[in-house]
């Protein structure tokens, strides 16, 4: 008699809510007036045209995987997490410790996390929302109950210093969140997620990959640093993200008359006024922080969220929208119900 192969039992999909948020930047900050010293550029160059005002910067010893860590640590301090208590852990970044293992690992190591599965998520800006969507699924389908979704750049050692056009917008940093499903809430409403690879050139780095392997002359030539086309990635990123929070918004069945406040990636004030003014909100819902921070990529939804949470900005059951671009091009946004 042939025998029928178990299947696993359906279950249906449980809602998945953030329970904890932690955020970490570098003691170090490099203010415009520091840069204005290495650079031909000037504080008032750098905060008409971006917003920002400094940015932290890590130390020596200090690499993506110990910011991350740290970050880590404040949401489980802040929900009563423990290490072995994480079955997942997702780090979102494009400056890992190591090709391999993944930065995830090294954060489970410093974690003592001995029972989480690690990866890494390569998504450039957009990671932490590519993260937390992955996190999401993995609980709503009964795979695992904890998740720890971090966001992370070290964005300094992917710096071309001597470039003005880009040095000044990016920093240090990294934001996390705890992921658990929970009575009576429910939590990520929906994600909407996108790319386009025929944008891939407008924001990259074309260094250190297999098809560009680091040599001595793609160092002289600055082919392992951030490249940019700034005023191509300043048209994509208002339209996709515009883009993203409309679809998202009309996939959780809302208005932004209903959304409390509004988490916009954190690259650059014109690009949040201009994102503002096209979807007519008002630049008081709009939570931002840039100023403080610069771009610091996966890492900088992930800080505002946290920041914001502290502040206060929201409350126990207000909606959140969290919209993001990247290199590759990416895009993503998310409907939370705090």
Known sequence: MRKVPRTRTCKPNRT?????????????????ADLARMVDTSDEWITSRTGIKERRIAGPKEFTSHMAAKAAQVAMEQCHIRPEEIDMIVVATVSPDTF??????????????????????????????????????????????????????????????????????????????????RDESYGVITTYMGSDGSYGDILSMPGGGCALPVTSENCEQHLNTIQMNGK????????????????????????????????????????????????????????VNLDRFGN??????????????????????????????GGGLTWASSVIQW
Request: hydrophobic content about 45%.
């Open 232 to 287: 191509e990635t300043f048209k994509l990123a208002v339209t996709s993200m515009q883009n993203a929070a409309l679809r998202a918004l009309q996939q959780a069945n809302l208005e932004f008359s209903d959304i409390k406040c509004i988490i916009p990636h954190q690259a650059n004030i014109r690009i949040i006024e201009a994102l503002a003014d096209r979807l007519k909100v008002p630049m008081e819902k709009i939570y």
């Open 100 to 181: 391999f293992p993944a930065t995830a690992c090294h954060v489970q190591r410093l974690l003592g996390a001995k029972n989480a599965a690690c990866f890494d998520v390569s998504a450039a800006c957009s990671g932490f929302l590519y993260g937390l969507e992955i996190g999401q699924q993995f609980i709503a389908n009964h795979t695992y109950n904890t998740i720890l979704v971090i966001g992370a750049d070290r964005l300094s050692s992917l710096v071309n210093w001597k470039d003005r056009n880009t040095c000044v917008l990016f920093g240090d940093g990294a934001g996390a969140a705890i992921l658990r499903s």
């Open 16 to 32: 998945v809510s953030i329970i904890g948020t932690g955020s970490y930047a570098p003691e170090h900050i490099l203010t415009n």
């Open 296 to 325: 610091t990529s996966a890492a900088a939804v992930a800080m505002a969220l946290d920041e914001a949470s502290r502040k206060g900005c929201f409350e126990i059951g207000d909606y959140i929208l969290m919209v993001v671009f």
